[in-house]
């Protein structure tokens, strides 16, 4: 019943850490976080491929996140990234992406370079044998250098 609620009908007002791992992930689409609000961590844990089936059907860039400072996605959670939408002023403080099976990134191996974006970032964490593997799919830049190092 919970899953049938409509997306972003679930006020959450100011969130400073938002943890959701399991099946609980499936609710991120529901939640409408303040106007302005700055995470500054947002943890997403899935370990099995039944913990985001329906986010996966959204389309990319779909759900709303606004600003933040360090999200970090694990597992199955990691094949969310896509759906994310980051408010185009943010800067991330650390992007964590951990991937240790070909599953946790299927699908966004086949798109195109630079397609998924990140915006700034000073620090990315790939973690894990299969992380590494979407590099070249973010489109991000460093903070340090100025550079575009999504790809590269």
Known sequence: EFLK???NSIWMGKVKVLKL???AVQILPKLKLRDG???EE???GGWLPEHIPKILGMKN???WVGKMKKPKLT???TKILPKLRFHRENELEELSLTAYCSEHIAGMLEMENKNIR???V???SLKGCYAEKIRSKLDFTLMDSREENGGA
């Open 21 to 23: 791992g399991s099946y």
């Open 75 to 77: 597992g199955y959670a």
């Open 61 to 63: 860039n779909n759900i």
């Open 37 to 39: 609000n700055e995470l």
């Open 118 to 120: 990140i915006g700034k």
């Open 5 to 7: 609620t409509e997306n």
């Open 122 to 124: 000073r620090k990315i």
């Open 42 to 44: 947002l943890v997403l």
